[in-house]
């Protein structure tokens, strides 16, 4: 399948950052948390931000942690544990995806086992990202979150977290997220209580909240005024999705999503847990190759459902091939047999002389492989099994395994010899081992 520049570098840019390391032990993730107030001069790109990040031993701390944020915050407050920290190690990012950034280093000594709480204050002006990246500060549009990053951010352990960011109010402009947004007094409340991977600030002087419902899904687009029509017809084909996505892998009651129409020229989209920004969103585009943005909305919407192996490990193709192959069903759902059969041949095609997926290394590899091994194998694999065990049972267990903890390769195939068998886990589990 011929796939758009837009369509690539968003999933480039999802590899790194759409991440859901330690997703096993929920209870642990879902008590990261970041409370910051933030001032911002959309004109200048000023930020003066003060706050606390929680966090919790996950283990990885023995090492200590490393804290990214844009290079040019200077802090007034840096407080771990109760401890003003005078001084600390600092080294320049080593993160591509983060170039402007330095790397803020937490010596293990200073760290609890359990409970780490960092007070800070800091202020500056955020530095000018190459325009590939998907963050931005200008008068009329401002998107800022993980590329710069805003705030202090660890890539070693506890990514997912939940946050309240509030936000000084700007005349005649209107601040959003993706999370709950209020207004509260002279200020913008944005929350997130779900735990997702990053905190995107946008600013606009021309937006439109437009909210759409069917069933128990609820979508909010924020997207620019003179796209009305246009959203409608693209909020359709989103609740159309998610109804298919329901249907092929599990119901989820109140559904609630954000897409934010990003009003940068360049860039490209992302998806976040519980949102998506999508980029170049061109409505004539749109009707001429409608599949494309489908494919990438129905991929990161199964992220809803897809999001519990660590994302730093082979186990990530969990997330990855399930969420992929989620897109396929649904494609096949509304496009036909023929289609789908031609994706699959395709993606056959393409995952032709790779590593086996079993114990695979995402990071010792070029970008291309990864995606060859993630998005074209794994689905392969995974339609090979539904060939197998017929489509009745494909679904029963795509539901299971939805609803379930799962998140190693060695769970998936406990439940697959509990629901298909013996013989079929340990064929599968050979498939898994073929390159
Ligand atoms: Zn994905």
Redesign the pocket.
């Known amino acids: 399948m011929k796939k758009t520049k837009i369509y690539s570098l968003i999933l480039l840019i999802?590899l790194m950052f759409?991440s859901s390391d330690g997703v096993c032990n929920e209870n642990k993730v879902e008590s990261t948390d970041y409370q910051i107030s933030l001032i911002i001069n959309p004109q200048t790109g000023h930020i003066s931000v003060s706050g606390t990040l929680t966090f919790f031993n996950s283990g990885i701390e023995k090492r200590g942690i490393s804290l990214y944020l844009d290079s040019n915050m200077v802090f007034s407050k840096f407080i771990i544990n109760g401890l003003n920290m005078n001084s600390y190690k600092t080294e320049r990012s080593d993160s591509r995806f983060m170039p402007l950034s330095k790397k803020i280093y937490l010596e293990e000594s200073v760290l609890k086992k359990d409970k780490n709480l960092l007070e800070f204050e800091y202020s500056g002006t955020l530095g000018t990202l190459d325009s590939i990246f998907a963050n931005v500060v200008g008068n009329s549009w401002t998107e800022i979150g993980l590329y710069y990053p805003w705030f202090p951010f660890s890539l070693e352990g506890n990514r997912l977290f939940s946050y309240s960011v509030r936000i000084k109010n700007l005349n005649g402009k209107e601040i959003f997220g993706i999370g709950k947004v209020k207004k509260e007094g002279d200020e913008t409340l944005i929350t997130s209580t779900c735990p997702t991977n990053d905190i995107p600030i946008c600013i606009s002087d021309k937006v439109k909240h437009s909210v759409f419902r069917n069933g128990g899904t609820k979508i909010h687009i924020y997207h620019s005024p003179e796209k009305s029509e246009f959203i409608r017809t693209l909020s359709s084909d989103i609740l159309n999705i998610s109804y298919s996505l329901q249907k092929i892998i599990s119901k989820k009651k109140n559904l609630e999503v954000v897409f934010i129409e990003s009003q940068r020229r360049l860039g490209g989209g992302y998806a976040r847990q519980g949102g998506i920004i999508l980029g170049g969103l061109d409505p004539q585009g749109y009707h001429k190759s409608s599949l494309n943005l489908k494919w990438y909305i129905a991929?990161?919407m199964a992220?809803l459902w897809w999001y519990k192996a660590n994302t730093g490990s082979w186990e990530d193709w969990l997330?990855?091939s399930f969420?992929e192959m989620s897109a396929a069903l649904v494609i096949r759902e509304s496009e036909g047999e023929e289609l789908y059969n031609k994706i699959i041949d395709k993606k056959r095609e393409l995952s032709q002389s790779t590593p086996p997926i079993w114990g695979f290394d995402r990071n010792g590899c070029a970008y291309e492989i990864s995606y060859k091994v993630l998005y074209n194998k794994g689905v392969c694999l995974l339609s090979d099994l539904e060939d197998r065990v017929g489509r009745e049972e494909f679904q029963k267990l795509f539901t299971s395994i939805s609803k379930s903890k799962i998140c190693t390769t060695s769970q998936l195939l406990d439940e697959l010899r509990s629901i298909s068998g013996e013989e079929t886990a340990i064929w599968f589990e050979r498939l898994l081992k073929n390159s």
């Open positions: 999802t759409s991929h990161e992220h997330n990855e969420a």
